[in-house]
């Protein structure tokens, strides 16, 4: 039990990890688009991000309607 509680533990601490390292990339890649002008503009579309989006999710490069369409395109292509 003890064993499997370690691992258990580790395993979620290795998933943490992941997580922080993948939303510093994503704030470092944010802090450029700032720098080159681009900061609140969506990926897809060029449309300007809403700023009450982008006080939600700082680090958002896409507007809520693509986004939407993002992953309703991934759920399709899951299902398959």
């Known amino acids: 039990a003890d064993r499997a509680s370690r691992e258990s533990e580790h ?8 997580r922080y390292r993948k939303l510093q990339r994503k704030i470092e ?9 681009s900061y609140g ?25 693509a986004q939407e369409r993002r992953e309703m395109k991934e759920r399709v292509l899951a299902d398959r």
């Open 11 to 18: 395993g979620l601490e290795l998933r943490t990890r992941d």
């Open 29 to 37: 890649q944010a802090l450029e688009r700032i720098e080159d002008g």
């Open 41 to 65: 503009y969506c990926e897809d579309t060029g449309e300007p991000i809403g700023v009450m989006r982008l006080k939600a999710r700082p680090i958002a490069t896409l507007t809520i309607d």
